[in-house]
């Protein structure tokens, strides 16, 4: 029944986001934001959904019995390996994905220090209801930020009237509300299915549960390759990693203080620092990210995968 759970939760979870960025989309194009703005404000948000509800889920069940710690962190923290390594590899091999120098280090400079802070905080072995509103408050920042990077105005707004509007927030509303039923089995099939397997919650949490709520991401990165819209579907990715360390770690922390597993200190955030690093390299002094540069970013990420599997059986 766990398993049928967790599989009805991450099921639940897509399905949902699915719906949400339906709306969100519809919502971004009357605000009149770039492509890349589009991914990294509007998309990354609707797609990290899932993990922003596990997380918030999870922090409930904190205040009134057990600890969920590990599942709210190794998602997080999961999920974010997921998109840099194994999403953005694959949306690689469809197309060239480039970003001019100025954006790569504009933004790569907060994706970078958001996993600094994050450990920084995390390194006293958990992180405290203050430091949960101070990440919070960092993304809301780089958030209201994005805005002045706005490079057209809407154009049309009458061509648009209420009832697309309307539509769209209906969207928004319906998807949120699935991805919340779906956090909810989502949470409690990883904890039972943890319990049957006899491997950490934190394993089950950054392996399955945060490649599982990747998938909206991969959904989107690759269609939008696909369609040579490398620079949304690339936004999608930085913006997802950016939230995915700040918001669902810091929300859930805000509602109730979480362990930090020293595990994470020393393997998983430092893995994924440099890894992070590697690919914004290859931004800057590849002039992108090709089949060549995909294939090694993806084998980092199997490697990890493999690594993480061999130690727990």
Not at 62 to 90: E, K, P, R, W, Y
Not at 177 to 199: K, S
Request: charged share 15%.
């Amino acid at each position: 029944m766990d398993y049928l759970s967790l599989l009805l939760g991450l099921a639940g979870l897509w399905y949902g986001t699915e719906i949400t960025i339906k709306g969100a989309v519809t919502v971004a194009e009357k605000l009149g934001v770039s492509e890349f703005i589009v991914g990294v404000a509007i998309l990354s948000i609707g797609s990290d959904l899932p993990e922003l509800a596990i997380a918030i889920d999870g922090a409930i069940k904190n205040l009134h019995s057990g600890d969920t710690s590990d599942v709210i962190v190794g998602t997080a923290i999961g999920s974010s390996l997921g998109q840099i390594g194994f999403v953005l590899g694959v949306a690689a091999l469809f197309s060239y994905l480039t970003l001019p120098r100025s954006t790569v280090f504009r933004h790569g400079s907060v994706l970078l220090g958001s996993v600094v802070l994050l450990g920084v905080f995390g390194l006293d072995g958990g992180i405290s209801q203050t430091e949960g509103v101070a990440l919070v408050t960092v993304y809301l920042i780089y958030f209201a930020a994005l805005f002045g990077d706005r490079k057209k105005q809407l154009a049309d707004e009458v061509e648009h009237g209420a009832n697309g509007n309307l539509r769209a927030w209906t969207y928004l509303l319906v998807g949120l509300v699935i991805v919340i039923i779906g956090a909810e089995l989502t949470v409690e099939g990883a904890i039972g299915v943890a319990a049957a397997l006899e491997v950490s919650e934190a394993f089950i949490a950054l392996i399955i549960i945060g490649l599982g709520t990747s998938l909206p991401e991969l959904s989107i990165s690759v269609g939008a390759a696909i369609k040579n819209r490398s620079r949304m579907s690339v936004g999608n990715l930085i913006g997802s990693n950016i939230f995915d360390t700040l918001v669902p770690v810091g929300v859930a922390a805000a509602i109730s203080t979480l362990r930090f597993e020293t595990s994470l200190l020393r393997f998983e955030l430092p893995y994924l620092f440099v890894l992070t690093f590697l690919v914004l390299v290859f931004f800057v002094h590849k002039r992108g990210i090709q089949k060549g540069e995909a294939i090694t970013i993806l084998a980092l990420y199997c490697g990890y995968v493999l690594l993480k599997f061999s130690e727990t059986f």
